[in-house]
């Protein structure tokens, strides 16, 4: 199907572990983004991605680790998890052209006890 | 730094009635603005967004929003709230690398 997806929807793990969540979208859109969204904040900006093998800091990148070997796939990785990560990760990719309207995933809600 | 607020975290209407969000932002250049919807547990859906040109933007399910630079404000406003309106929503400005900063989101309570 088309579109942005995010794997897996659900997850709970240890403090300590290493996680990874998965975003993949299908529009080659150049450019992509992780927010994490708690509540009483909105949704913060992590990391973001203009193109592959390039990505920047956002507002709250401590404790988080990306990479965009690929166009359409964007993972974010906690090295070590923590129980303040707990929280509801979205991804969301726009295009390079326009509009500036970025695409949301349907989020993937973390869990670290 | 650019920053946005959402004065009301909670608003109750009832069905039928008026409504208008609030949002003020602060960034140096000409805002990109937006407004997206959240049902509970789903992703966040674009309502409408501002460019430039006319400050009375139209977006999607009858709502729209008027851009106004001299109060660095961007309110949402629908003329009749249906039960099927609420959810949570966000304002939203985006900066220079297409990122967008996010106010803390108003939720909107709908009654009977």
């Known amino acids: 199907d088309a579109g942005i997806t995010q794997s897996p929807r659900y997850k709970i793990t240890e403090t300590g572990r290493q996680v990874t969540l998965m975003c993949h979208q299908t529009?080659?859109?150049?450019?992509m983004f992780w927010y994490r969204q708690d509540l009483g904040h909105g949704l913060r900006l992590i990391y973001y991605s203009a193109a592959a093998d390039i990505t920047d800091k956002g507002e709250v990148p401590d404790g988080y680790v990306v990479s965009r070997s690929k166009t359409e796939n964007f993972p974010l990785t906690l090295e070590s998890a923590t129980r303040s990560q707990t929280s509801v990760y979205f991804c969301a990719s726009s295009d390079n052209v326009g509009s500036y309207e970025q695409y949301f995933g349907p989020g993937t809600r973390l869990t670290v006890t | 730094a650019q920053s946005v607020t959402q004065p009301d975290i909670h608003i109750t209407v009832s069905e039928g009635a008026s409504l208008e969000l609030r949002c003020n932002y602060s960034y140096g250049a000409t805002p990109y603005l937006f407004w997206y919807v959240q049902s509970p547990g789903q992703g966040l859906q674009l309502l409408l967004k501002y460019f430039s040109g006319d400050t009375l933007v139209q977006g999607i399910k009858g709502f729209e929003a008027e851009f106004k630079r001299s109060q660095s404000s961007f309110n949402l406003r629908k003329p009749s709230v249906h039960w099927s309106d609420a959810a949570e929503y966000f304002c939203a400005v985006s900066g220079s690398a297409r990122q967008l900063t996010f106010g803390s989101g108003t939720q909107l309570t709908v009654l009977p």
């Open positions: 529009w080659s859109h150049s450019y």
